[in-house]
């Protein structure tokens, strides 16, 4: 993978968008983009940008969502729609005119956003170990985790101004990598994840985007009276041991997909919550099939125009 640059856009008033190329870009190509899960950067996708028979199959681009990696805006406040937004932005700054989505975690339901705004952009959309719905009591009793007891805390903490030497806690890193990685993390893939989040996360800044990321996650709007504009085919993926949203609660999500050409959900025996992470192979392997499968078979449809959205619960 290529390093971590930034394209400006006008949403939200000027913003700077993180993104990463595996390699040249070849618009004669498809073209495969990669959005992070809470908390992460590009760095999560280390496993797809060096796969050579993925990167042969398409393009790949990662782009870092508001408040994480290098994406900067003027605006305290940002939603999943302004990143969705931001992000197909983006793609036309970067003469990127189609592309399927694959997204993990809140990566996955942004996938989802920038499908219904863009219909005429994405050709299909891979969300891995998400949810479409929002941190509801139905979803808990699916077997999903509870997300304001692991938010709420978070934004507590973060509500005032510290210096610049201020990093986010060892603890806090821990729990983000047990949560996303599972019980079985690396010692080198610890370290690698401490130091990333503690740059990124850095002083007043950081603390600020950190907990923006929180109230996101804990607060959103869920999308389950929405799924029926999403047109394009769906490929989901969701692991066996992801520790934050079930398969069941998958399975009603894939569902709801009832308008798009075909919406299908592979499960991974041991998958973990960052199942790009924990089970690239089958991850990739999909991705390839689901690019190949549907890149011919693409036709426009009337785009939309791209302004600014809110959250809004449904």
């Known amino acids: 993978m290529k390093n971590v640059e930034t394209v400006s856009v006008a949403h939200l008033g000027g913003s700077e968008i993180g993104y990463c190329f595996g390699e040249d870009f070849d618009p004669s190509r498809p073209t495969l983009v990669m959005v992070n899960s809470f908390a992460t950067s590009s760095q999560l996708y280390r496993p797809q940008f060096s796969d050579n028979a993925l990167s042969d199959t398409a393009n790949l681009v990662s782009f870092e969502l508001y408040g994480h990696g290098k994406t900067r805006t003027r605006s305290e406040q940002f939603t999943y729609w ?37 219909p005429a952009k994405i050709k299909g959309i891979i969300p891995l170990g998400t949810s479409m719905d929002y941190e509801s009591q139905q979803s808990q009793s699916l077997g999903c985790w509870n997300g304001s007891e692991f938010n709420s805390p978070l934004v507590d903490a973060l509500a005032d101004p510290v210096d610049e030497s201020w990093e986010p806690a060892n603890e806090f890193c821990d729990a983000l990598l047990a949560a ?57 993926a969701h692991g066996t041991a992801d520790q934050v949203y079930s398969v069941k609660n998958a399975e009603l999500g894939v569902s709801k997909f009832t308008k798009s050409e075909d919406a299908k959900l592979t499960v991974i025996e041991g ?40 959250d809004t619960r449904d």
């Not at 302004?82 to 592309?99: E, G, R």
């Not at 603390?207 to 804990?218: E, Q």
């Not at 998958?271 to 036709?299: M, Y």
């Open 82 to 118: 302004d990143s969705a937004i931001a992000n197909l932005q983006a793609m036309d700054k970067l003469n990127v005119s189609s592309a399927f989505v694959l997204g993990t975690s809140q990566g996955g339901w942004v996938a989802a956003r920038m499908a219904m705004l863009a």
């Open 180 to 236: 996303g990685f599972g019980p079985d993390v690396s010692d080198d893939e610890r370290a690698f994840w401490h130091k990333t989040l503690k740059e990124n996360y850095a002083g007043d800044d950081g603390r600020k985007r950190l907990r923006m990321c929180a109230i996101n996650l804990r607060d959103r709007d869920g999308l389950y009276g929405r799924l029926d504009y999403v047109r394009c085919p769906v490929a989901w």
């Open 271 to 310: 998958g973990q919550h960052f199942l790009s992470a924990s089970h690239p192979e089958e991850v990739n392997e999909l991705a390839r099939s689901f690019i190949s499968k549907w890149s011919e078979s693409f036709t426009t449809t009337p785009n939309v125009v791209i302004g600014h959205a809110t």
